[in-house]
Nanobody, 122 residues
Framework: QVQLVQSGGGLVQAGGSLRLSCAAS????????MGWYRQTPGKQRELVAT???????NYADAVKGRFTISRDYNRNTVYLQMNSLKPEDTAVYYC????????????????WGQGTQVTVSS
C-alpha cells in the first residue's frame, strides 16, 4: 500500500503566503516525478508545478515567480511554497507522486493526495 498525506493550506489574504506539504509512505521502491495540481468547481484539474528526480522543475505560467516546488528525497516529501497569493489561486490542491513500488517491476503508477483547500481572500 502507498499513502500520501497532505498538510498545509487554509485561508489567507491576498498577498500572503502558504506552504503545502505531501509525504509519501508505504511500499515504495523509487519515486520519479512529484507534483502539485489544483482544481476549482466545474473545471478540470490543472498542473501547478512538478519536480523530477534530478530536480528539474516545471511551473504553470500562472504561478511562475510566485510558487516554488521542492522535495526532500530522504523523506519522500514534496513541498509547495506559495507566495504573493491571489484570489484566483483559490482551489483544492492535490499532490501527485509517480512511483515504482517494487524493484525490477519497471511499472510506474500515479498516486494522489487527499486534497487540501486553499482560499485566498481579496
Amino acid at each position: 500500500q502507498v499513502q500520501l498525506v497532505q498538510s498545509g493550506g487554509g485561508l489567507v489574504q491576498a498577498g500572503g503566503s502558504l506552504r503545502l506539504s505531501c509525504a509519501a509512505s508505504g511500499s515504495i521502491f523509487s519515486i520519479s516525478t512529484m507534483g502539485w495540481y489544483r482544481q476549482t468547481p466545474g473545471k478540470q484539474r490543472e498542473l501547478v508545478a512538478t519536480i523530477a528526480t534530478g530536480g528539474n522543475t516545471n511551473y504553470a505560467d500562472a504561478v511562475k515567480g510566485r510558487f516554488t516546488i521542492s522535495r526532500d528525497y530522504n523523506r519522500n516529501t514534496v513541498y509547495l511554497q506559495m507566495n504573493s497569493l491571489k484570489p484566483e489561486d483559490t482551489a483544492v490542491y492535490y499532490c501527485n507522486v509517480r512511483l515504482t513500488r517494487f524493484y525490477g517491476s519497471g511499472l510506474e503508477t500515479d498516486y494522489w493526495g487527499q486534497g487540501t483547500q486553499v482560499t485566498v481572500s481579496s
